[in-house]
């Protein structure tokens, strides 16, 4: 406790020409102010933040005011009727939203907002009691009426009041439980966990937007594998995320064989300690997305063979397509769709080529199809080995370390990232004598095969080739 203390003293004093001089303005024009949530929990846990939250008593226009007087760099209400006013000065970013207690429409999906009158009620409105803990300015008073510090030290999440009515006025929050356990590596409260099992079906009033944010958290946290165990357990993952338990494939009709789940969250966290191979480093969405829906083509494509093995073709394909139309439901962006659902569509291509075989040809291709995804398929396939054969785990790796270094010999010798054919549309046109149209786009798909197939090509025989194509269309066109 006592360390606790020191570390959001020290915190406190980093924050202080913030807390210090906003305080003291709001205090002057007769308001309450206080820092709350996630600046306050992660202050205690040794954690520095830039963006910090507020609570007052000034009802929007005044803290508008306020704010306008002290800001240096815009500021933006997200949404009036929500209460909050966002703020800038240099480096510091603040939110300021007056004090709520929300009244629900239990069947609308989201909270209708009445401001509140106090601090109290504020801070028991809120989702958790490690998030509903105040810093009073500007005096620097201790709020903390929930128990908060208690469940911090003890590591764990529970609801300020019953958790049944926290989650039946917000369903969100079943969710939030999920994403801050990933996020903080807290447990959650049994009686949390029994209400979130209970009234999982709620989730489905909470729009895809909403959900789909927390998810995303959830799976960019340090712990991912903590929130999605609490999902599937709970029965939240049937309705957010169905195609996670699916893959806890029963063996016969009495075992559940959960070894492709299992498989699956350790390739996702494989996938995490291999990040710092990203050019971007990490947290990455799309890598650890792609790595958690791998293999969620093989729950349809499983055969049972004569032999007694069991085979999943084509569940790359498979997997490609569910997991297109899992995201689109969750409302992700076509761009990151499509990274992701490229990962899942080639995560078996380096098995396909055995073992130190890989043509040129099929080295351009693995660079061609992977495109701008081709660093996070390198740690997809690193990630997706987990066999405790140690020997077999490590020849693997060396297999892709080779193919790593043929890609970057290639590449140096022939840009193969941005492979075009050696002819362009207008050389095409010109040689084959054509306006635009339809033969000119199947010319430039030939040329362009040629161009994976041989590598670089002078333009004369590029020419010779195209001339040739042309010449064999025109005869097998006339003969039929
Ligand atoms: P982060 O570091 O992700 O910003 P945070 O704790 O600040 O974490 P936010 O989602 O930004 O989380 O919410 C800010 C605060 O508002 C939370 O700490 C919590 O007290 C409260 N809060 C946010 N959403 C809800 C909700 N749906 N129900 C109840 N309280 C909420
Ligand atoms: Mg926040």
Request: proline residues 5%.
């Amino acid at each position: 406790m006592v360390e606790v203390q020191v570390r959001v003293e020290r915190e406190l004093d980093r924050l202080a020409p913030v807390l210090d001089e906003l305080g003291q303005r709001f205090a002057e024009a007769g308001h309450e102010l206080h820092l709350v949530g996630g600046p306050v929990r992660d202050a205690m846990l040794g954690r520095s933040h830039h963006d910090l939250d507020f609570t007052t008593s000034a009802r929007p226009e005044e803290t508008e005011k306020l704010l306008r007087a002290w800001g240096d760099g815009g500021l933006w209400d997200m949404g009036r009727d929500f209460g909050t006013i966002g703020a800038r000065r240099g480096e510091w970013v603040v939110e300021v939203t007056t004090y709520r207690s929300e009244s629900y429409d239990p069947a609308s999906r989201n909270p209708t907002v009445a401001f509140g009158d106090d601090l109290a009620g504020d801070l028991g409105r809120r989702d958790f009691t490690v998030n509903a803990m105040a810093v009073s300015l500007p005096g620097r008073s201790f709020e903390d009426p929930f128990g908060g510090i208690a469940d911090l030290a003890h590591r764990v999440l529970r609801t300020p009041g019953r958790p049944e009515d926290s989650f039946g006025d917000d369903p969100l929050r079943m969710l939030r439980a999920a994403r801050f356990a990933a996020q903080l590596g807290f447990d959650v409260a049994p009686e949390v966990v029994a209400a979130m099992t209970d009234m999982a079906d709620r989730i489905s009033i909470i729009s895809a937007e909403r959900v789909r944010d927390e998810l995303v958290k959830l799976i960019c946290a340090p712990y991912p594998r903590l929130g999605l165990t609490l999902l599937v357990e709970t029965g939240l993952a049937d309705l957010v995320l169905p195609e996670l338990p699916a893959l806890r494939l029963e063996r016969d009709e009495h075992h559940r064989h959960k070894d492709v789940y299992e498989h699956t969250l350790t390739v996702l966290e494989q996938a995490i300690d291999l990040e710092p191979r990203l050019p971007g480093g990490g947290p990455d969405f799309v890598a650890r997305f792609a790595a958690l829906m791998h293999d969620v083509g093989k729950p349809k494509t499983r055969r049972f063979v004569a032999d007694g093995t069991v085979t999943f073709h084509h569940h790359d394909v498979v997997g490609a397509k569910i997991t297109a139309k899992r995201m689109k439901a969750l409302r992700f962006s076509r761009e990151e769709t499509e990274a992701v659902c490229r990962l899942v569509e080639l995560h078996l291509r380096f098995h396909g080529y055995g073992s130190g075989e890989w043509t040129d040809s099929a080295v351009r291709r693995y660079v061609r199809d992977a495109g701008a995804q081709l660093a996070r398929l390198h740690v997809l396939t690193r990630a997706d080995c987990t066999t405790r054969n140690q020997r077999k785990a490590e020849r693997l790796r060396r297999t892709y370390d080779d193919l790593e270094t043929r890609i970057a010999d290639l590449s140096e010798a022939e840009e193969l990232a941005s492979i075009r054919p050696d002819l362009d549309g207008n050389q095409i046109m010109e040689i084959l004598d054509l306006a635009p149209g339809r033969e000119v786009g199947q010319a430039y798909a030939y040329l362009l095969e040629v161009r994976l197939d041989q590598g670089p090509l002078e333009h004369d025989a590029a020419e010779a080739a195209l001339r040739a194509w042309w010449a064999e269309r025109q005869a097998s066109s006339e003969s039929s």
